[in-house]
């Protein structure tokens, strides 16, 4: 069975919202302004995270390490948990979400930390940034390194009042929190509705990840 979280994913492991994601299309065509506020969030957060990736002097343990923090830092967790889950957020019980978003986490972090070694000297720059409403902004970016071609990304940002969490990442046209929820729907529904099914499935990949990197 593939994967059930696409390597893109976690480069920001970065995702969404339920009712406050829309389509990229409306999205783009909303936007009307500058927020200097998110382009700094956005550009403060890549150079915390690939300074982490790029320092030469961490073991891989003790890159892990750094990088845990920075998730909670970066990323609204708890949104983007429910919105991964899909409509199954809403049926399961408060037993099988737990469980769900425990595995989610350690799987996510895992498959992150298994590609750290794919980092070497990029720098994401700020570019712009639209405003979808106040306190919900796209800021673009640009990922170059001395060995590979410059990446796009645009990054959905939103402000709750507590500061700017990223809700979903846009990578080559693809937004990956809205696939990975398709991928966990789908998974789930082949399951016949069964929520642990999905999390017993992140639960073995994410063993296999560990001893991957053993």
């Known amino acids: 069975m593939k994967p059930l979280i696409r390597p893109a994913l976690l480069a920001a492991a970065a995702l969404a919202a339920p009712a406050l994601l829309a389509p990229a299309p409306a999205v783009a065509q909303a936007a009307r302004a500058r927020d200097a506020g998110a ?18 002097g961490l073991s891989k343990a003790a890159k ?25 957020a809403r049926s399961a019980t408060p037993d099988q979400y737990a469980r769900f978003a425990a595995a989610f986490r ?30 919900d902004a796209l800021v673009t970016t640009m990922m170059a390194g001395p060995r590979t071609q410059p990446t796009p990304i645009l990054w959905r940002v939103q402000n709750t009042g507590q500061g700017w969490k990223v809700i979903d990442v ?19 529904d082949n399951a016949g509705g069964k929520v642990d099914v999905l999390t017993q499935q992140l639960q073995r990949d994410t063993g296999g990840e560990i001893l991957h990197k053993k």
Do not use: C
């Open 39 to 56: 382009e700094a969030f956005v550009q403060n957060g890549a150079v915390k995270v690939l300074g982490v990736l790029n320092n030469k």
């Open 64 to 88: 892990a390490a750094a990088f845990r923090p920075l998730i909670n830092d970066l990323i609204d967790v708890p949104r983007v948990t429910r919105f991964v889950l899909g409509k199954y």
């Open 106 to 135: 350690t799987y996510a972090e895992g498959v992150y930390m298994k590609r750290i070694d794919d980092y070497h000297g990029e720098k994401v720059t700020v570019s712009g940034s639209q405003l979808v409403r106040p306190g």
């Open 170 to 188: 846009q990578v080559k046209g693809v937004w990956l929190a809205i696939t990975q929820q398709q991928d966990f729907v789908s998974t789930i």
